[in-house]
């Protein structure tokens, strides 16, 4: 069973950083994509940034300019920097890794969410 785990979640003023960090347990045979999703309370579940394993990244267009994206392809580990941030961007964070199997089936595997909280 594969474990996602991410970390780096808190408390942080308006304009100020926090970094998300995301880890897999396990190799995969072939990544496609990894990616931060986040959903706040009564809302649904929006992408936030997305890296390809071109290190291609795309991002919501809330957070562009402001967050980024980055992956340690020998680590098999994705990194989210969040600047200036707002009390919208409040919400939790997931990491998402997609992957295909050996036997070719796609699969999604989620972390269990890391809380981020913007307020002064």
């Known amino acids: 069973q594969v474990v996602v785990t991410e970390s780096g979640g808190g408390l942080a003023q308006p304009g100020g950083s926090l970094r998300l960090s995301c880890a897999a347990s396990?190799?995969?045979?072939?990544?496609?994509?990894m990616g931060w999703y986040r959903q706040a309370p009564g809302r649904q579940r929006e992408m936030v940034a997305l890296?390809?394993?071109?290190?291609?990244?795309f991002y919501g267009d809330s957070v562009k300019g402001r967050f980024t994206i980055s992956r340690d392809n020998a680590k098999n580990t994705v990194s989210l920097q969040m600047n200036s941030l707002k009390p919208e961007d409040t919400a939790v964070y997931y990491c998402r890794y997609k992957i295909t199997t050996a036997e070719n089936e796609i699969r999604d595997h989620w972390g269990q969410g890391t809380q981020v909280t913007v307020s002064s």
């Open positions: 396990e190799s995969f045979f072939r990544l496609l994509n």
């Open positions: 890296i390809s394993t071109s290190d291609r990244p």
